[in-house]
């Protein structure tokens, strides 16, 4: 059983499923913000479960693979290092589920903040759409448009 598991499992399957394993999470963060789907769903620790379930599983599979990971230091000594060590499927993996982790919890980070601030929730449908696609750009546009809804706006909260 374990291992039709494991077989099953390929980093090309898992990527499939952690892809198509985010989407109701971004579905509910974008038409149902202030859902108690969201509260206890998305915005709480249970899609970090399961992301982290998958990086772990990507971890385990390449330590089975003898994957050097002292070598994923080299990433900061110059963009050719790092252009190498995405060569590597399964370093593409671990990257893959670190970027869909943080751009899902920023997300949600997102829908509670203008939760706090009563922003209109047909206003953050754009930041974070743009989130789900490009982290940052989304995360700027939705502080652009808190700045508006800020009773006193500040740069460190």
């Known amino acids: 059983?374990?291992?039709e598991f494991y077989n099953y499992f390929t980093i090309e399957t898992l990527f499939?499923?952690?892809n198509l394993g985010v989407l109701?999470?971004?579905l509910v963060l974008i038409f149902f913000p202030y859902s108690n789907l969201s509260r206890y769903f998305v915005t709480s620790i249970f899609p970090v479960l399961l992301l982290s379930g998958a990086y772990i599983f990507?971890?385990?599979?390449?330590y089975l693979?003898?994957?050097d990971f002292m070598n994923n230091f080299s990433l900061y000594l110059s963009i050719d290092h790092l252009l190498n060590l995405f060569s590597n499927k399964l370093y593409l993996m671990i990257f893959w589920i670190h970027f869909i982790s943080i751009n899902l919890f920023t997300g949600g980070?997102?829908?509670k903040d203008s939760q706090k601030l009563n922003i209109n929730k047909i206003l953050i449908i754009i930041p974070l759409v743009i989130t789900y696609l490009i982290g940052?750009?989304?995360l700027l546009l939705y502080w652009l448009i808190r700045i508006f809804y800020a009773k006193n706006p500040s740069l460190y909260e």
């Open 1 to 3: 059983m374990i291992e």
């Open 16 to 18: 499939y499923w952690v």
């Open 24 to 26: 109701p999470f971004w």
């Open 58 to 62: 990507v971890l385990y599979k390449s």
């Open 65 to 67: 693979n003898s994957y």
């Open 109 to 111: 980070w997102i829908v």
């Open 136 to 138: 940052p750009m989304g």
